[in-house]
């Protein structure tokens, strides 16, 4: 464990929140491209990875996968939370669902609080393209490792300064980030990127 490592913690209410039918298709609709191109779902070892969010009405709050979910194909509402606050020094969120909020939310709430126009953000997983697009693309330190702190003010500050929309976790092997204004937008930055570097 690092030195100075701060647990993630999540203060989660057990309860279905209110969630409208079309924003939820929306997401399902997305999650399903990435998780046909192996972007989002299950390592061997039964870890699942992966996990997109849509902002809510325009707050601070998101919805966003559950913690677990990679290894469904598809997802119900109730694998899905809302994430109704978060504190990046305490390494905190608030969340409210049947399920657990992603223990990567904190890194999209830091995209969420830094640029106020994006309204969806997707994280996926991909070996390969992570290499690639590694300090080619706007990269975090190799040394920020993934749920902590620092992951995400350094995003969030990476966010802030770059006119592209994907971001690539240094210390987060395989860890991509894409946002956009909405969720088709976000997607499309992904696998469009995806597709160009695939035939190299
Ligand atoms: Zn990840």
Not at 62 to 79: N, V
Not at 139 to 159: D, F, H, K, Q, R
Request: proline share 2%; net charge negative; aromatic share 12%.
């Amino acid at each position: 464990m690092t030195e100075g490592y701060i647990k993630f913690n999540c203060n989660w209410m057990l309860k279905q929140f209110p969630f409208q039918e079309e924003v939820y298709e929306e997401l399902e609709a997305a999650r399903v491209k990435l998780r046909n191109l192996g972007l989002i779902g299950m390592y061997p070892d039964g870890i699942g990875f992966g996990n997109i969010s849509v902002r809510s009405s325009g707050g601070k709050s998101f919805i966003i996968t559950g913690s677990a979910t990679g290894h469904f194909e598809k997802l119900g509402q109730i694998h899905y939370a809302l994430v109704t606050g978060y504190d990046f020094e305490k390494n905190s969120i608030f969340c409210t669902g049947l399920t657990k909020a992603s223990a990567e939310s904190l890194t999209h709430a830091a995209i969420y609080e830094s640029l106020p126009e994006v309204g969806a953000v997707v994280h996926v997983h991909c070996f390969w393209l992570w290499e690639r697009l590694l300090n080619n693309c706007p990269t975090t330190s190799a040394e920020i490792e993934y749920g902590t702190p620092e992951m995400a003010y350094a995003v969030g500050e990476l966010a802030s300064g770059i006119n592209g929309k994907i971001i690539v976790m240094g210390g987060h092997r395989e860890g991509i980030l894409a946002f956009g204004s909405n969720l088709i937008e976000a997607t499309t930055e992904i696998i469009n990127i995806y597709n160009r570097y695939k035939n190299d």
